[in-house]
């Protein structure tokens, strides 16, 4: 199983950006995939998540109704499109992935880092 996020950078407030998740190893259609992020000092917190098969999606209330989760089959990469960024966006974010949408994230990919500043 493995999961890689990309598309991290350095962008204004009010500016956006759009996170990759790329995916192999196993069946999506079991799998919800979801964001994270952490920033300096904190605790790692929830994003969003969406079922693979489904595509129900479900947001943190600190990021809902500016940012969007997506998938694509065809490509097996999940994506992450962050509008009105603000600077307390600014952590690393990570993709993972859970069974059957349950329990415990199993598996996780390296992180990608997001700087919201003027």
């Known amino acids: 199983v493995q999961l890689q996020a990309s598309g991290g950078g350095l962008v204004q407030p009010g500016g956006s950006l759009r996170l990759s998740c790329a995916v192999s190893?196993?069946?999506?259609?079991?799998?919800?995939i979801g964001w994270f992020r952490q920033a300096p000092g904190k605790d790692r917190e929830f994003v969003a998540r969406?079922?693979?098969?489904?595509?129900?999606?479900y947001y943190s209330a600190s990021v809902e109704g500016r940012f969007t989760i997506s998938r694509d089959n065809a490509k097996n990469t999940m994506y992450l499109q962050m509008n009105s960024l603000k600077p307390e966006d600014t952590a690393v974010y990570f993709c993972?992935?859970?069974?059957?949408?349950?329990?415990?994230?199993?598996?996780w990919g390296r992180g990608t880092l997001v700087t919201v500043s003027s």
């Open positions: 993972a992935a859970r069974y059957l949408d349950a329990g415990s994230w199993d598996s």
């Open positions: 190893g196993f069946r999506l259609d079991s799998y919800a």
């Open positions: 969406i079922q693979w098969n489904t595509g129900f999606t």
